[in-house]
């Protein structure tokens, strides 16, 4: 079991930055993969970056390479998605996600959930 917290949404205007951050705790010293997802009004959840907890591979989505930054700390206790350059579009719902063994590409990879934080950005 894994439990996970998300923190750090708030409402910004475009071309600001935030830090998300995913508190993890449970099973920690298994070898989950952390996810960020998104999800905004009207659309489907889609995954924007997943680190690989045990060696800190990243992966990253095209919609957000090179503007978003997946992170963890060195107790591997909290996953980071440092948001930057961010536009209107970035609005949404953001839940942070864990699996194990499965895909890190596909929200069907990640059986651990968070309650989501939202972040806003206006123009």
């Known amino acids: 079991q894994v439990q996970l917290v998300e923190s750090g949404g708030g409402s910004v205007q475009a071309g600001g930055s935030l830090r998300l951050s995913c508190a993890v705790s449970?099973?920690?010293?298994?070898?989950?993969?952390i996810g960020w997802f998104r999800q905004a009004p009207g659309k489907e959840r889609e995954r924007v970056a997943t680190i690989y907890r045990g060696s800190g591979l990243t992966l990253y989505s095209g919609s957000v390479k090179g503007q978003f930054t997946i992170s963890q700390d060195n107790a591997k206790t909290t996953v980071y998605l440092q948001m930057n350059s961010l536009k209107p579009e970035d609005t949404a719902m953001y839940y942070c996600a864990a699996g194990e063994g499965g895909s890190m590409y596909r929200e069907s990879g990640f059986g651990y959930w968070g309650q989501g934080t939202q972040v806003t950005v206006s123009s």
């Open positions: 449970g099973d920690t010293y298994r070898r989950y993969y």
